[in-house]
């Protein structure tokens, strides 16, 4: 299982601390430090679509132009996501060929068993 995220995310800080309270091992790539790239971004929007991706919840996407939010499209939402990785929903885990978007521990306990 690998989750990728930002450190200090709270929901990201949930699912990592369910996940060892689980025994559940896993590797942790943080956007912020490692970064995010294209390939990568493109089999999410593939698995699980762009919208599904983008968080439309959070500060990063408030302080987007109001013309840019009411256009937005699947290309301009990628190339968004790839210049600033803070707009993308957390946490994304990929495991066994799939991949998921956000956390929700009823969800997570069947997805590990």
């Not at 590797?27 to 679509?49: I, M, P, Q, Y």
């Not at 256009?71 to 929903?89: G, P, R």
Request: hydrophobic share 35%; with cysteine; glycine share 6%.
């Amino acid at each position: 299982m690998k989750l990728y995220g930002i450190r200090n995310c709270d929901t990201v800080k949930k699912a990592r601390k369910w996940l060892d309270e689980q025994g559940v091992p896993y590797e942790f790539h943080d956007f912020k430090k490692d970064g995010l790239n294209e390939a990568r971004l493109s089999e999410w929007e593939k698995a699980v679509g762009w919208e599904l991706l983008l968080n439309r919840r959070g500060t990063t996407w408030r302080k987007l132009s109001e013309e840019v939010r009411d256009t937005i499209s699947a290309q301009s939402a990628h190339d968004i996501m790839l210049e600033n990785t803070s707009i993308i929903k957390r946490p994304v885990v990929e495991h066994e060929g799939s991949v998921y978007v956000g956390f929700n521990a009823d969800d997570w306990a069947t997805l590990i068993n």
